[in-house]
């Protein structure tokens, strides 16, 4: 996520001269007005990308947990004990 923070003051200014554009096709400078819009933007999508990276993980002991749960839901037994599944489990 570094190289996307680092760049986004480029992506900010992009997405001011995008909105300039769309305001006024032949525009030759960004208002302070697209510029603050810009800005405002890119923080949205960097939070949004920090969100969205933040999501992708998955804690490992939760991992661990859904594999153990699998396990027992896959057992004819509906009772398992503690040794059960250190012995035989997953």
Same mark, same amino acid.
């Given at each position: 996520?570094?190289?996307?923070? /680092?760049?986004?003051?480029?992506?900010?200014?992009?997405?001011? @001269?995008?909105?300039?554009?769309? %305001?006024?096709?032949?525009? #030759? !400078?960004? @208002?302070?007005?697209?510029?603050?819009?810009?800005? !405002?933007?890119? =923080?949205?999508?960097? @939070?949004?990308?920090?969100?969205?990276?933040?999501? #992708?993980? $998955? /804690?490992?002991? $939760? =991992?661990?947990? &859904?594999?153990?749960?699998?396990? &027992?839901? #896959? %057992?004819?037994? +509906?009772? $398992? #004990?503690? +040794?059960?599944?250190? =012995?035989?489990?997953?």
């Amino acid at each position: 996520m570094r190289g996307h923070a /680092n760049k986004l003051p480029e992506h900010a200014a992009r997405i001011a @001269a995008v909105l300039a554009m769309a %305001r006024d096709i032949h525009a #030759s !400078e960004v @208002a302070a007005e697209a510029l603050e819009f810009g800005i !405002e933007l890119a =923080q949205h999508f960097a @939070a949004e990308g920090l969100r969205l990276h933040g999501a #992708s993980r $998955v /804690n490992a002991d $939760v =991992q661990l947990a &859904l594999h153990l749960l699998n396990w &027992l839901f #896959s %057992r004819d037994k +509906p009772v $398992v #004990s503690l +040794p059960c599944i250190y =012995q035989h489990g997953p």
